[in-house]
């Protein structure tokens, strides 16, 4: 299979479709996930990773190509994962490359926490709110999660202090994933740290706690 001939082919599928909205975007992107069943784990990557880098395409099909294949999500370690982010620049890039990919990745023993740990020590604001993104798939069902309180609150530990609005809002976020498995935990962390925790942070995470929703 010629992989660059494909990658053209699927950006010119988006280029010219009728409609450009999620729902037609995720549709194109199903359809090419059937044709491309019986490829190579290792290919997947490579053309997830070309859609990517080229960028003339909504980075979510090239991380759900990725996330759709088990296999192909198993071959990514850090240097992978990395140069997959390497490019994330607003919160919905870094949020679909941490839910789909490095999230996954950590649950599933591909990287370690020490590379998560790495990354909420970084001078870059992206890769801080990754490394909390990252949580959301250890704790939401729907994504796969089981609950981590563990992996989950010792990297909110971390993030604790930063007042990054990007950072706060994705310690919120963290936060209230793992109230749905584990709200004690949630509650025992937020007891503890209630008066270090960001304004935002204390009211969502408390009214997520009272109510089971984020807001009222």
Known sequence: MDLV???EEIEMRVKY???RTAASLRGLRREYSKRLKKVPAEDIVKIASALIANRRVPRFIGD???ASRTDALATLDRAKLELLGSAISSWDQVDCFASYLSGP???EGSIDSKTIVEWAQSSNRWWRRAALVSTVPLNVKA???RGDAARTLRICKLL???RDEMVVKA???ALRALA???SEAVRQFFKETELRLPALVRREVRHKLMTGRKNG
Do not use: C, H, K
Request: proline residues 4%.
């Open 171 to 173: 310690l919120s976020w």
């Open 5 to 7: 001939a494909l990658v």
């Open 160 to 162: 604790i202090d930063d």
């Open 180 to 182: 749905r498995q584990d």
């Open 17 to 19: 479709l009728p409609v």
């Open 64 to 66: 759900e190509l990725i």
């Open 143 to 145: 994504r796969g999660g």
């Open 105 to 107: 990745a950590w649950r």
